[in-house]
């Protein structure tokens, strides 16, 4: 969940909104709202049937992060040391112990888990 600004609007991109289905999620979600991070989504759903657009209700509640959805995200960062702009082109387990390796040689670790985040595809040639 990360927002793109530009001089006319602001665009979020990964999910415009999330619902809660587990009762520990809607428990964060709670501490999202009091930290002012995160709000009721506030548009409705719409499909279409023919030519004629119909108001969907499933019943769902959705939220979005406020202002925007990098609120929810920076929020979760804070008191994170957070390392931008290092490539790692490896990963290995050892000691039970997660470890990334960068293009350098160096080693970067030891982590509980690690969570992979595709980047932009490149076409091989």
Do not use: N
């Amino acid at each position: 969940m990360t927002s793109r600004r530009f001089d006319e609007a602001t665009l979020d991109l990964g999910a415009q909104f999330f619902s809660v289905r587990h009762e520990s999620f809607r428990r964060e979600v709670t501490r999202w709202l009091a930290a002012g991070v995160a709000a009721p989504w506030p548009w409705k759903l719409w499909h279409i049937d023919g030519k004629t657009w119909h108001y969907q209700h499933d019943g769902r509640e959705r939220y979005c992060g406020q202002p925007r959805m990098s609120a929810i995200t920076r929020h979760l960062a804070e008191g994170v040391a957070l390392h931008t702009e290092c490539r790692i082109d490896g990963l290995s387990r050892r000691d039970h112990a997660w470890w990334l390796h960068d293009p350098h040689g160096e080693c970067h670790g030891p982590f509980d888990c690690v969570a992979i985040s595709a980047p932009r595809l490149r076409r091989w040639r």
